[in-house]
């Protein structure tokens, strides 16, 4: 296994470069595909041919309709209609598509100064910035709050935008086992070094940084328990909740609703709008001093364009949507129903005798392959059978711990999901991927 000296695996630009690379170039049929239409709880996927072993293709012209399980559309904003896409449509009639302009310059959209406020009261926390990437998000905003004399405390399997953030900000990195509380106290108590008081630390700062719902895995923080190490300790944390905000929690506030913590708790709240609010770009939450920091320091924020305004728009009109302050319940109903959906999705493949991954609760649901050459043929076989679904392998995954993943949307109805695990059940018996005897994985 290729390991970096700071303990994680070589960046690839994506799996599927390194298995272009590395394994064979065949693949690219099937995933990477054109796509032809609005990513909502269906997706029209445009067939392509290649000619050279997948160096250059050509399109057939034949689009494939299919039910969606491959979008991180968890609460069904993507889907263009309704007051959302309504009000989003207003803003670029109003003020067009780019700002083309950062936003200390002139790129300051009147969506965004509100859109801060919002999430700030979103999330709980005293001030929030947002940022026109969540890739950008994290990346960039990491080296403004972190410096040389830090020492990191990272979960092995965090995104790739925290690991950039983390080695340009020329942190000390220390990785410790998924969501193993043993592995990180034994990772504390290493940076503390013999006991001695905070004051007399080698390490300007301790931060820990994790996830709320790991998006490879399934599994969610367990946050409580790393509350308690970081209170111990004296740490900080840093909480990355792209795939749990509006996903998860009774009210859509992501991990720390649905364990019932306490937002200020947590230093750096971190969270994207491309998943649960059907749009783009991230924001950092937590106290003023730290969100003035950031706009003072942040290159995202001085030196990136500013987030659109139709963009913002989708943001403010989906968030308020869930909050309940466009006076409707539909967010509730939304989060209610995606819950229910994830449930029984998780619960009938692991009936079918899959080796399904992760927490009963998170809306990603991935499906052990094991195989890296199993990959592809599941999720080209998945298309034929009307289902979009994604493959995962190395480098997101160890290399023979392969999987598919199904991301469950509120969108999606019973019979879909019917359909998908007809269709799943059906593959799964043709390349004995179904076998409950295998033992399971600790979570
Ligand atoms: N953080 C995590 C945990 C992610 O999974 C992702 C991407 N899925 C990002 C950050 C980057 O966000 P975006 O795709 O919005 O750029």
Request: proline share 4%; charged share 25%; glycine share 10%.
């Amino acid at each position: 296994k290729e390991q970096n000296r700071d303990g994680y695996v070589p960046l690839y630009a994506s799996f599927e470069s390194f298995y272009t690379r590395h394994v064979y170039r065949r693949v690219r049929d099937c995933w990477n595909m054109p796509v032809g239409s609005v990513p909502g709880k269906y997706i029209t996927l445009l067939e392509r041919e290649s000619k050279d072993y997948g160096w250059t293709f050509q399109m057939t012209g034949k689009k494939v309709h299919c039910i969606n399980l491959g979008s991180y559309n968890y609460l069904g904003f993507a889907e263009n209609h309704g007051t959302c896409a309504e009000a989003a449509i207003k803003a670029v009639r109003e003020e067009g598509v780019g700002t083309c302009s950062a936003r200390r310059e002139l790129g300051n959209a009147h969506h965004l100064d509100e859109l801060d406020q919002l999430v700030a009261r979103f999330v709980g926390s005293e001030d929030a910035i947002t940022c026109a990437m969540g890739f950008a998000t994290n990346s960039m905003n990491i080296p403004a709050i972190l410096n040389k004399g830090c020492l990191v405390l990272s979960d092995e399997k965090n995104h790739a935008s925290i690991i950039l953030g983390l080695r340009l900000s020329r942190a000390t990195i220390r990785v410790f086992k998924h969501n193993n509380m043993r592995s990180l106290e034994k990772r504390l108590r290493e940076g503390i070094v013999n006991g001695q008081p905070r004051t007399h630390l080698p390490w300007e700062k301790i931060f820990i940084v994790v996830e709320g719902v790991y998006s490879m895995e399934g599994s969610v923080v367990r946050l409580p328990e790393i509350l308690a190490l970081k209170r111990k300790y004296g740490a900080y944390l840093y909480l990355d909740e792209a795939h749990s905000i509006g996903a998860m929690g009774p009210n859509g506030r992501g991990v720390v609703d649905y364990w019932g913590c306490n937002p200020r708790d947590v230093d750096v709240l971190m969270g994207t709008f491309t998943k649960s609010f059907g749009s783009a770009g991230g924001y950092i939450a937590g106290s003023k001093k730290l969100i003035a920091l950031l706009r003072r320091g942040s290159h995202a924020h001085a030196y990136g364009t500013a987030m659109s305004p139709p963009v913002a728009q989708q943001i403010l009109s989906s968030m308020k949507m869930i909050m309940g302050e466009d006076g409707t319940d539909e967010g509730v109903k939304k989060i209610r129903q995606l819950a229910r959906n994830s449930r029984y999705f998780r619960q009938k493949l692991k009936q079918a005798g899959f080796i399904v991954y992760g927490n009963d609760d998170s809306p990603v649901i991935p499906v052990a392959l094991y195989m890296p050459t199993k990959i592809a043929y599941v999720v080209r076989e998945m298309i034929k059978r009307g289902v979009a679904t994604v493959g995962v392998g190395f480098p997101a995954t160890p290399l023979v711990e392969g999987r598919t993943r199904f991301c469950i949307s509120a969108s999606h109805t019973k019979e879909m999901l019917d359909h998908a695990l007809g269709a799943m059940c059906e593959i799964g018996q043709q390349i004995t991927i179904r076998c409950s005897r295998l033992p399971r994985r600790k979570e």
